[in-house]
């Protein structure tokens, strides 16, 4: 038995009956299972990060019916006696029960969510994770949770999915694609028929929409403009490559910049975030560290953009939270960097969904990624469409 297993709930809800009293109410049904059949379709969202699960139902027109979340469990062994017996964390002896753990809180927020009275609804599910995802594998290597290593997460998820009578199709994209979708459906990419989406935050990622349709790439990695390098005699990346974007205008990286500059802050923190506020009141050394990483997203946005005529760059993240200590010099290098007379038009502009993109975004790819219209037998409310 796995933990995973051993946390299941003894009261887990027993599979839908294919006949249910709702699906008697709605149009003919033409989908030979009854999950989700004969009421509006909703797909499970499930977005995993270094700090906390997150879950969700999301509907078509991307209003959340019901939510749930854990933090993720730590990849590392805990000391002695840091846990209460029984605690999730109280089994990460060793990477494979910290691994366990971990999935063990992913199966916890499903069991959650099952226990809604609209998980009759459930037709599909999207999972979004920290990368690097394997989309055509259904694995998953996240940089910020370790003991996750090529981890199963597809297959384990659909797994608890069927447990709790929900034996739908999932989908795995990287949490820059996720952004990328949830942008595209309801926030700043709304309308665009070709956008690169970005978060700027710990990290560096993103994701491509190309023709009106999201672009997860063969690996679900697409658009994952972080480590592109735009200065090819710049610092080593972690991932291998020199001068990455990631490096520059990441927040750390914003960070470590101001402090390489003698950056005398008026309090203790040193953070991005610091840094940002000092700009804001005119400090010449934060201002120059903000200017920098403007200038490396902007070689970056213009790069993909002379590739793939892009016609916006939506940014969002923490960096990006800044405001205009970004995006002032960002659209300043923009117009250097951005020459050639079918990319100058490139507009920079900010993200409007905030913290729930990863969810919201994790359902937007279920739905545009598993069109099957078999899934959606009886839903009234067919996909929007760019
Ligand atoms: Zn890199």
New binding site residues.
């Given amino acids: 038995m796995t933990a995973a297993d051993a946390l299941t709930p003894a009261d887990a809800p027993p599979p839908h009956p294919v006949t249910r009293t709702s699906a008697s109410a709605a149009p003919a049904t033409r989908g030979a299972s009854g999950h989700g059949a004969g009421s509006a379709a909703l797909s499970v969202a499930i977005d995993i990060g270094g700090t906390k699960i997150a879950g969700a139902l999301v509907d078509r027109r991307g209003t959340v019916h019901a939510t749930a979340r854990r933090p993720t469990p730590p990849s590392t062994a805990r000391r002695h006696g840091a846990a209460p017996a029984g605690a999730v964390g109280a089994a990460c002896a060793s990477p494979g029960a910290a691994a366990e753990a971990i999935m063990a809180a992913v199966t916890e927020v499903i069991a959650t969510l099952a226990r809604s009275p609209e998980w009759a609804r459930v037709t599909r599910c999207g999972l979004a994770s920290a990368g690097p995802v394997d989309a055509a594998r259904g694995t998953v290597s996240p940089v910020n949770i370790t003991a996750w290593r090529d981890f199963p997460v597809r297959t384990r998820t659909e797994a608890a999915l069927a447990r709790h009578g929900a034996p739908v199709p999932v989908v795995l994209v990287g949490d820059g694609v996720a952004m990328a979708a949830a942008e595209h459906w309801l926030g700043a990419a709304r309308g665009r028929r070709n956008a690169l989406c970005m978060v700027v935050s710990t990290g560096v990622g993103g994701g491509l929409i190309l023709d009106g349709r999201l672009c997860p790439g063969p690996t679900g990695n697409a658009g994952h403009i972080?480590?592109i390098?735009v200065e090819v005699d710049g610092p080593p990346?972690?991932?291998?490559?020199r001068g990455?974007v990631?490096?520059l205008a990441s927040g750390p990286a914003i960070a470590r910049r101001a402090a390489a500059m003698d950056w005398r802050p008026t309090g203790a923190d040193r953070s991005a975030a610091a840094v940002a506020a000092a700009a804001r009141d005119g400090d010449p050394v934060a201002l120059a560290a903000f200017d920098r990483a403007g200038r490396a997203l902007a070689a970056a946005i213009a790069g993909t953009a002379t590739l793939l005529e892009v016609e916006a760059a939506v940014i969002g993240g923490g960096v990006a939270a800044a405001g205009e200590v970004l995006f002032a010099p960002l659209r300043r290098h923009l117009a250097t960097y951005a020459a050639l007379s079918f990319v100058r038009g490139i507009e920079a502009v900010p993200a409007s969904l905030g913290t729930d993109a990863g969810l919201v975004g994790a359902a937007a790819a279920a739905f545009e990624l598993l069109p099957d219209p078999a899934l959606d037998a009886a839903d009234p409310a067919p996909p929007r469409r760019a």
């Avoid at 990346?237 to 490559?241: I, K, L, V």
């Fill in positions: 972080g480590h390098s990346c972690p991932c291998g490559s990455c990631e490096a």
